[in-house]
């Protein structure tokens, strides 16, 4: 056996040579020319396929899909999808014509203050938003939409969702929106004290009620009430509590209907 190598020399097929038999095509070949076919499929909060004119599912699959969803939802521990958004909700504003359609100067800034969510005292936190507004250099004819436009800012947890839930356009003024915060949150201050007052052992009740006009504003007309005509017991200060906010509530609509409109007006 020699112990020279052999050189051995392999020739590959290419297109100059001149071989009878070509490499053949794939079986599946892209043809560049023709058109691609695309369907758009959307898809609902549970991740199923939602049916419509332009997501290529038949009418009768979407119904089968619809009843898939509600299955779905229906299985205890099963994550319950986000309701859809609108694509027009962020237009929709509680504030009422002209306060929504106004703009407010672009410095304006909302006070930095804590978030009020719904266990406090809801009158404490409209007089601190009041007194930090002042510190805004805002023009007199602009104050009373960013009065209105910044409290919404100052509200988190509960407060926050009750505002969520208010009906569109529905807020005409400042007062009206105080009055509406007023009413929803003062209840919930008074029983939300109530339930707490309720896990302390041996509570003395002259210290629960002192402990709650602590929390009370000095210059409101119930703080006075309180301390010349002290309540027995928790009840008796809800029960007040309720009669002040009924009354607020009935002077409140006396100013409105004894305010002068454009058609008493002299000319």
């Not at 027009?88 to 978030?115: G, V």
């Not at 009041?130 to 939409?145: S, T």
């Not at 929803?184 to 707490?196: A, D, I, L």
């Not at 409101?220 to 027995?232: A, I, K, T």
């Amino acid at each position: 056996m020699s112990s020279q190598s052999k050189n051995v020399s392999v020739s590959t097929p290419s297109s100059s040579s001149g071989l009878n038999n070509p490499i053949p095509p794939p079986l599946f070949q892209k043809n560049v020319n023709q058109p691609k076919k695309t369907i758009s499929v959307g898809f609902s909060g549970s991740g199923i396929p939602a049916g419509g004119p332009d997501t290529g599912i038949t009418p009768s699959m979407a119904k089968e899909l619809k009843k898939l969803r509600e299955m779905i939802s229906s299985v205890p521990g099963v994550v319950q999808p986000l309701p859809e958004m609108s694509a027009i909700s962020h237009r929709i504003s509680r504030l009422a014509p002209p306060i929504c359609d106004a703009e407010i100067p672009k410095r304006f800034q909302t006070p930095n203050m804590k978030l009020y969510d719904g266990t406090t005292d809801p009158e404490e936190h409209v007089a601190q938003y009041k007194e930090r507004m002042e510190i805004n250099l805002i023009p007199l004819d602009l104050k009373e939409v960013c009065l209105c436009k910044g409290f919404g800012s100052t509200l988190t947890g509960s407060a926050l969702k009750w505002l969520l839930n208010v009906p569109p356009y529905c807020i005409t003024s400042f007062a009206h929106f105080i009055n509406l915060f007023k009413n929803q949150f003062s209840c919930n201050y008074v029983n939300k004290f109530g339930r707490e007052s309720l896990d302390i052992p041996n509570l003395d009740i002259i210290t629960a009620v002192q402990a709650f006009n602590m929390g009370l504003r000095k210059d409101s007309q119930f703080y006075e009430d309180l301390v010349m005509n002290p309540c027995r017991n928790l009840d008796e200060v809800r029960n007040r509590a309720l009669r002040f906010i009924r009354l607020e509530d009935d002077k409140k609509i006396q100013q409105r209907m004894d305010a002068p409109t454009g058609y008493n007006q002299p000319n």
